[in-house]
């Protein structure tokens, strides 16, 4: 039970509609995602019953990655 609550504290679900954890969204733009529609396409995170309301969160998750490696963020 602890461990569960401390990966949840350094990896916690961005998006629960798909159940993705910060780590896949990092993972997704290490692997070339530059944009919600390709976060999307790699996790399946930011479309759900919900309406998307994780967006904001991943699309602030992916500016401040690419700011931090001094790149662009496409559409
Ligand atoms: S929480 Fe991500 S689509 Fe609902």
Do not use: H, Y
């Not at 679900?13 to 790699?42: K, L």
């Amino acid at each position: 039970m602890a461990d569960a609550r401390q990966k949840n504290r350094n990896d916690p679900i961005i998006c629960s509609c798909n159940n993705v954890r910060r780590s896949e969204i990092m993972a997704a733009i290490e692997g070339g995602a530059r944009s919600m529609a390709g976060i999307f396409d790699a996790t399946f995170a930011g479309c759900g019953p919900c309406g998307g309301t994780c967006q904001p969160e991943i699309t602030a998750i992916l500016g401040g990655e690419l700011a931090r490696r001094g790149q662009i963020r496409g559409k």
